[in-house]
């Protein structure tokens, strides 16, 4: 599959969400079991530090976030490729532990993405959340280095310097650049 | 050369840009003064500049039809502009993203759907948006008479978003505390809003 080529099951629940126009509708994604680990804001903090030493890139999203989930197949591509370079990708879902309808989406949502990443939710009202990881809006990408330190924090929170994947990228080369040095 | 001096004058006229950023806002501080703008097109057909609205409140608030977040605080803002009528307050949305479901055809649709009370811009050039560092649906920005800022946030102190079932989930339980509504209200008495700033929840806004 050529880079930036989205996955098939991917590009299915992008054009569903296109096609829907507003949040898309999945039923089959009801009943389906957990694939995202729940975790407190402490236990994402261990998380983060049990992935060290490796780059970490951390993908926050929700499933009211339209805009994140139509740029996941981007980040499945760029998972597949970095994931071959000792880069870590996780996602961190933080719909609201009282909003089964969205986590259950979620869930099937993830379930077909495909892709090398670890997912987690966080069990936590999404004020609280907000509060605590200093977030604007969503998507959000964390990038920590091999030492576990937030190196980059790509977010749509200014108007004249909003993110791409490209973003991502050339900040993960900058990082491997060190980190595979012999 | 000439030509594009006087594009970069009409640019600098248009949106005179505050200097600046907020503690939740990139671009904009609480005593910056209003972007001007000129020429938006509304739902109800006109076509609406800054200058026509010369209320002693204005309250620009950012909108999205697709936004889960705006159709959960419909209901809210239909009320905030419901509970001051007869006073001197006006209230202004504005849509800012590109996709088809958040266009003017579609904020027609939506605003008479909901009964939306109020003028609605739609701001194809972005420029409003960019110069307001307007980057959530729905962020509530309240002016005074001065047309400097005064409160900028969120509506109230439970953000409210429509799930997939299509019920309304309000993040903190019971409203409480109704900042923009408070805001306002100050600003008719004389006073200065308390808090000014909010971390307004919502939708991203995305700029081409």
Known sequence: MMPGTPRPAALIMLLGLMTCGTLPADDSALDRPEVMQVVSLAQWERVLEAKQPGIIVADLWASWCVSCIERFPKMVDLADRFSQRNVTFLTLNLDDPQDASGIEWSNGFLAGLGGTFGHYRLDENLTVAFEALDLMSLPVVLIHDGSGKERHRLTNDNPNQQFTEADIEAALEALLVGAEAP | ?208
């Open chain 2, 1 to 208: 050369m000439m030509r594009r001096l006087r594009m970069a004058a009409a640019l600098l006229l248009f949106i005179a840009v505050p200097v600046g950023a907020g503690q939740y806002n990139d671009i904009i501080s609480i005593g910056d003064s209003m972007p001007s703008f000129s020429g938006l097109p509304a739902t109800d057909g006109g076509s609406y500049s800054s200058s026509d609205f010369d209320a002693d409140v204005l309250v620009l608030v950012s909108l999205a039809n697709h936004c889960p977040w705006v159709r959960g605080m419909d209901a809210g803002l239909i009320e905030l502009v419901e509970s001051f009528e007869g006073q001197d307050v006006e209230v202004v949305g504005f849509a800012v993203n590109h996709r088809e479901d958040d266009r003017l055809p579609a904020m027609i649709e939506h605003g008479k759907r909901v009964g939306y009370n109020f003028v609605y811009l739609f701001d194809e050039s972005q420029a409003l948006g960019r110069a307001l560092g307007a980057t959530r649906t729905p962020e509530y920005f309240v002016f005074d008479k001065a047309r400097k800022l005064a409160y900028t946030g969120l509506l109230t102190n439970s953000p409210a978003r429509e799930t997939r079932d299509g019920d309304v989930m309000f993040t903190n339980g019971a409203q409480t505390t109704f900042y923009t509504r408070d805001a306002i209200a100050a600003l008719l008495a004389g006073d200065q809003p308390d808090p000014a700033e909010t971390r307004a929840q919502g939708c991203s806004v995305k700029y081409e």
